[in-house]
């Protein structure tokens, strides 16, 4: 970087941006960064509601380029600075967001890029650096990082920008450079910095937001930690959503907007906060100490799931239970209980808020028994667990026991109980059978009015563990062949395999595991696995590119005596699918004659979590067993292909490798349907 100070005006430039100069007129594009404040100053993140030095840059910039700024440059970022901050970035085709972002900044003059302007036809080292971009997000550049802009590279910089929503142009404009990451931002103290020392000490974190990767993450995260609010995946130098989630909580306690990008007044409140010492409300109405505080919708982890359960416990009903998710339900739950505590119904928790749950404050006409009504196929947790127990107790059996999991087996057993009470057969544990099973009539039979339930102890269709094994392995033991072998997994093949020995048998064909297939099998009753840990799963990146449709299937009855194990995004055909997070490719599927997943592939996480995609009528270029993607990476392509009557993608979720969970409540939490 070369720095050239002229009285108190300093340019900088770039060695990159003097070589584009002598390259192409196209390259002059590239504009020196030129600040009337000294370099510490930066731009980046300002919104409104900044005021300081920073933001009357952004105001000049703006003037400069024919936008007119009511007030002038007086350093106030209102409600003026904003709208002409949304008029320049229309005009750019930059997303209108109000916000200064890497983009923004970039087409002000107020940042540097050294790919900015380049086109086809251009050549030299800042060439090299945008292929070299291009192939690390993952997109296949013909030719290599040859430092030549050809139409290999022309190609490819489309492909990258469709698959970030941006005009195909093959052209670089500051949206695409910023998309690229090759945005160089002057270091900075922030627009409301207090002390040079202050400065000095949180440089390294200001500016951090999603994407951000390396050690000053893992800095920011740990503090976070140390500062009550949980960070899902915990100091692993990568800034997802779970990180962004957990800033913004923290900026809400600590009175600062909730932007999820690190200033200088993050960093110093984050320097100020109290270490957590305690659980949830620690310190009686010290709010700031709560790890509940600043939860929204759109929150998800523990710290959701301690909510839920604080809520229930005060008598008021969360429909679908305790899911660390936190969605429509649990914004209307918070309502009814600020209302009945006489606090402002904003449907997030503030201070007052998290105050009063802590004291266990409680609301009158509720009960234990109301956070089980509205609990149907898909919902998980204790609420689960508790409607289960509830079951037993009435004298109903469910396949697999309390294990906190509402499948078809808990479904089955409501709608058994539902007809011994002789109320309408639902399956869904509505308001009258939370109400019956407080004090059910006497029921004989294991159900009343049909079939006994089975027992109980029996794997199901997509467990994983001991219990498939020796399933398997008496299945192979009578001579009936087990498609994949005796490999503790209770998919398709096993399924089939079961079928066919109940043909065998003269016994009903259902594929799954009941007491007289169990009888014939040899087969005693075993204690089911743990319920999966969901709230060690964090996407980091929608799946698929929108515009696209998708609704909970979890368990949804398919052929051949199957259950739904995922969620089906309907899409286009070709539509781009993303990696959900960081990992590695550990398994591809090709499509073929009886093939159920058609092309597909599995990408897994160090800790063994896996995330399984289906019927993409092609896997992109450059992704097999063993490749390593980056959250957001293109690593397939809608399509219909297996067993599929529709294009669509189906997205399936394996907490460290075991059976599979509901993804629904995580897909929705990140709805990224509606971005183009």
Same mark, same amino acid.
């Given at each position: 970087?070369?720095?050239?100070?002229?009285?108190?005006?300093?340019?900088?430039?770039?060695?990159?941006?003097?070589?584009?100069?002598?390259?192409?007129?196209?390259?002059?594009?590239?504009?020196?960064?030129?600040?009337?404040?000294?370099?510490?100053?930066?731009?980046?993140?300002?919104?409104?509601?900044?005021?300081?030095?920073?933001?009357?840059?952004?105001?000049?910039?703006?003037?400069?380029?024919?936008?007119?700024?009511?007030?002038?440059?007086?350093?106030?970022?209102?409600?003026?600075?904003?709208?002409?901050?949304?008029?320049?970035?229309?005009?750019?085709?930059?997303?209108?967001?109000?916000?200064?972002?890497?983009?923004?900044?970039?087409?002000?003059?107020?940042?540097?890029?050294?790919?900015?302007?380049?086109?086809?036809?251009?050549?030299?080292?800042?060439?090299? /650096? =945008? $292929?070299?971009?291009?192939?690390?997000? %993952?997109?296949? #550049?013909?030719? &290599? +990082?040859? @430092?030549? !802009? *050809?139409?290999?590279?022309?190609?490819?910089?489309?492909?990258?920008?469709?698959?970030?929503?941006?005009?195909?142009?093959?052209?670089?404009?500051?949206?695409?450079?910023?998309?690229?990451?090759?945005?160089?931002?002057?270091?900075?103290?922030?627009?409301?910095?207090?002390?040079?020392?202050?400065?000095?000490?949180?440089?390294?974190?200001?500016?951090?937001?999603?994407?951000?990767?390396?050690?000053?993450?893992? /800095? =920011? $995260?740990?503090?976070?930690?140390?500062? %009550?609010?949980? #960070?899902?995946? &915990? +100091?692993? @130098?990568? !800034? *997802?959503?779970?990180?962004?989630?957990?800033?913004?909580?923290?900026?809400?306690?600590?009175?600062?907007?909730?932007?999820?990008?690190?200033?200088?007044?993050?960093?110093?409140?984050?320097?100020?906060?109290?270490?957590?010492?305690?659980?949830?409300?620690?310190?009686?109405?010290?709010?700031?100490?709560?790890?509940?505080?600043?939860?929204?919708?759109?929150?998800?982890?523990?710290?959701?799931?301690?909510?839920?359960?604080?809520?229930?416990?005060?008598?008021?009903?969360?429909?679908?239970?305790?899911? &660390?998710?936190? @969605?429509?339900?649990?914004?209307?739950?918070?309502?009814?209980?600020?209302?009945?505590?006489?606090?402002?119904?904003?449907?997030?928790?503030?201070?007052?808020?998290?105050?009063?749950?802590?004291?266990?404050?409680?609301?009158?006409?509720?009960?234990?028994?109301?956070?089980?009504?509205?609990?149907?196929?898909?919902?998980?947790?204790?609420?689960?667990?508790?409607?289960?127990?509830?079951?037993?107790?009435?004298?109903?059996?469910?396949?697999?026991?309390?294990?906190?999991?509402?499948?078809?087996?808990?479904?089955?057993?409501?709608?058994?109980?539902?007809?011994?009470?002789?109320?309408?057969?639902?399956?869904?544990?509505?308001?009258?059978?939370?109400?019956?099973?407080?004090?059910?009539?006497?029921?004989?039979?294991?159900?009343?009015?049909?079939?006994?339930?089975?027992?109980?102890?029996?794997?199901?269709?997509?467990?994983?563990?001991?219990?498939?094994?020796?399933?398997?392995?008496?299945?192979?033991?009578?001579?009936?062949?087990?498609?994949?072998?005796?490999?503790?997994?209770?998919?398709?093949?096993?399924?089939?395999?079961?079928?066919?020995?109940?043909?065998?048998?003269?016994?009903?064909?259902?594929?799954?595991?009941?007491?007289?297939?169990?009888?014939?099998?040899?087969?005693?009753?075993?204690?089911?696995?743990?319920?999966?840990?969901?709230?060690?799963?964090?996407?980091?990146?929608?799946?698929?590119?929108?515009?696209?449709?998708?609704?909970?299937?979890?368990?949804?009855?398919?052929?051949?005596?199957?259950?739904?194990?995922?969620?089906?995004?309907?899409?286009?055909?070709?539509?781009?699918?993303?990696?959900?997070?960081?990992?590695?490719?550990?398994?591809?599927?090709?499509?073929?004659?009886?093939?159920?997943?058609?092309?597909?592939?599995?990408?897994?996480?160090?800790?063994?979590?896996?995330?399984?995609?289906?019927?993409?009528?092609?896997?992109?270029?450059?992704?097999?067993?063993?490749?390593?993607?980056?959250?957001?990476?293109?690593?397939?392509?809608?399509?219909?292909?297996?067993?599929?009557?529709?294009?669509?993608?189906?997205?399936?979720?394996?907490?460290?490798?075991?059976?599979?969970?509901?993804?629904?409540?995580?897909?929705?939490?990140?709805?990224?349907?509606?971005?183009?």
């Amino acid at each position: 970087m070369v720095a050239v100070r002229l009285g108190r005006r300093r340019v900088v430039r770039s060695v990159a941006f003097c070589a584009l100069v002598s390259l192409s007129p196209v390259a002059m594009l590239v504009k020196p960064v030129v600040a009337d404040t000294p370099a510490a100053v930066t731009v980046a993140g300002l919104s409104q509601g900044a005021r300081g030095d920073a933001v009357r840059q952004v105001q000049q910039a703006l003037i400069n380029q024919g936008i007119p700024v009511a007030g002038g440059a007086d350093g106030v970022f209102g409600a003026a600075t904003s709208a002409a901050l949304r008029q320049f970035q229309a005009a750019k085709g930059i997303a209108q967001t109000g916000v200064v972002d890497d983009a923004t900044a970039l087409a002000l003059g107020l940042a540097s890029s050294p790919v900015l302007g380049l086109t086809q036809g251009t050549r030299g080292e800042s060439v090299t /650096q =945008l $292929q070299q971009r291009l192939i690390a997000s %993952g997109i296949s #550049v013909r030719g &290599g +990082a040859d @430092g030549v !802009f *050809g139409s290999g590279t022309a190609d490819a910089l489309k492909q990258f920008q469709s698959a970030k929503g941006l005009p195909s142009t093959g052209v670089v404009d500051a949206a695409t450079a910023a998309a690229l990451g090759s945005v160089q931002v002057p270091s900075s103290s922030g627009p409301s910095q207090s002390s040079d020392t202050q400065s000095s000490a949180s440089g390294s974190l200001v500016g951090l937001k999603v994407g951000s990767r390396g050690e000053t993450v893992k /800095q =920011l $995260q740990q503090q976070l930690i140390a500062a %009550g609010h949980r #960070v899902p995946g &915990g +100091a692993d @130098g990568v !800034f *997802g959503v779970a990180t962004a989630t957990s800033l913004s909580s923290f900026q809400s306690a600590a009175g600062l907007k909730p932007t999820a990008i690190v200033d200088d007044a993050t960093v110093a409140a984050l320097a100020a906060a109290p270490r957590s010492g305690g659980g949830a409300g620690a310190g009686g109405g010290q709010g700031a100490a709560s790890p509940l505080l600043g939860l929204k919708y759109g929150s998800t982890g523990g710290a959701v799931k301690t909510l839920q359960e604080t809520l229930l416990k005060a008598g008021v009903n969360v429909r679908g239970g305790a899911d &660390g998710v936190f @969605g429509l339900s649990t914004q209307n739950a918070l309502k009814q209980y600020q209302q009945a505590a006489g606090l402002s119904a904003s449907g997030r928790v503030d201070e007052q808020t998290a105050s009063a749950l802590a004291s266990g404050r409680s609301v009158a006409g509720g009960g234990a028994s109301s956070g089980l009504v509205g609990l149907k196929s898909g919902s998980l947790g204790s609420s689960v667990r508790d409607l289960q127990q509830a079951l037993i107790k009435a004298g109903i059996s469910i396949r697999g026991g309390a294990d906190g999991i509402f499948g078809p087996a808990t479904a089955q057993a409501v709608s058994a109980f539902q007809t011994a009470q002789g109320l309408p057969v639902t399956g869904v544990a509505d308001a009258a059978t939370v109400a019956a099973l407080a004090n059910p009539k006497p029921i004989s039979g294991g159900g009343g009015g049909g079939a006994a339930a089975p027992s109980g102890g029996f794997p199901q269709f997509g467990e994983k563990g001991a219990r498939v094994i020796s399933l398997q392995s008496a299945l192979m033991k009578a001579g009936i062949t087990v498609r994949g072998g005796v490999d503790g997994s209770f998919g398709a093949g096993t399924s089939a395999a079961v079928m066919d020995f109940q043909r065998a048998k003269g016994l009903r064909v259902t594929g799954r595991i009941d007491d007289a297939t169990a009888a014939q099998l040899g087969l005693g009753a075993q204690q089911p696995p743990a319920a999966p840990d969901v709230s060690t799963v964090t996407l980091a990146a929608f799946p698929v590119q929108g515009r696209c449709y998708f609704t909970d299937t979890w368990m949804a009855v398919r052929s051949g005596g199957r259950a739904h194990l995922g969620v089906d995004i309907i899409a286009p055909q070709g539509k781009l699918i993303y990696a959900v997070t960081d990992g590695t490719i550990t398994r591809v599927y090709t499509d073929h004659p009886g093939s159920l997943a058609g092309n597909g592939l599995r990408l897994t996480q160090g800790d063994g979590t896996y995330f399984f995609y289906a019927h993409m009528v092609s896997i992109a270029e450059g992704i097999a067993v063993g490749s390593k993607v980056t959250a957001g990476q293109v690593i397939g392509y809608v399509g219909s292909t297996g067993s599929s009557a529709t294009n669509h993608l189906h997205f399936e979720v394996h907490p460290k490798g075991g059976s599979a969970v509901n993804p629904y409540p995580m897909v929705k939490a990140i709805d990224g349907c509606k971005r183009t």
